[in-house]
């Protein structure tokens, strides 16, 4: 330390000081403003950059939140739409069921008509065969009396007998 003392001198200090402060006035003066202008802009970047990813931020949630009432609204709309197409497939296979029967009805009804007159034609057919089967069984029993004389006679005495006069 005694030898720092022996070299101090007061000139060397007076200029050395008057350089630092030239150097401080000088930095000050150019160099500062400069840097406390970076200094700023940056952080003023980086708080915009801040707000804008916060805004961002906001704007996802509020996409989000659309997104979400969107497919509330969506499965809401899917959900009457299949209810309407249930009701619609419900509604047709009534309406078919109901034509079905109609048809069935109705084909019933001419099925028994059809069989109805069928059975009216069928027994007038068998009257009809019975009529000629009987006039053809009188007819041969008749000539068969009617070709004995004797037999002619007995038949017209038990018809005379069994005849009433009024």
Request: hydrophobic share 45%; charged share 30%; aromatic share 6%.
């Amino acid at each position: 330390m005694e030898k720092l003392l022996e070299e101090f001198s007061i000139g060397l200090f007076f200029w050395q000081t008057v350089l630092f402060l030239a150097l401080f006035f000088l930095l000050r003066k150019f160099a500062w403003k400069p840097i406390l202008n970076a200094v700023n802009e940056r952080e003023e970047g980086i708080k915009n950059a801040l707000d804008s990813a916060e805004q961002a931020k906001l704007e996802m949630q509020n996409l989000q939140a659309d997104n979400e009432k969107l497919l509330k609204e969506a499965r809401a709309e899917r959900e009457v739409m299949l209810k309407e197409a249930r009701d619609i497939k419900n509604k047709m296979i009534e309406d078919a069921k109901g034509e079905a029967q109609a048809e069935a009805s109705k084909l019933i009804a001419q099925a028994q008509a059809s069989i109805q007159s069928e059975k009216k034609a069928a027994i007038a057919d068998l009257k009809s065969q019975v009529a000629n089967l009987s006039i053809s069984i009188a007819e041969k029993v008749v000539q068969d009396e009617l070709s004995n004389k004797g037999k002619q006679e007995k038949l017209v005495e038990s018809l005379l007998g069994d005849a009433t006069l009024n």
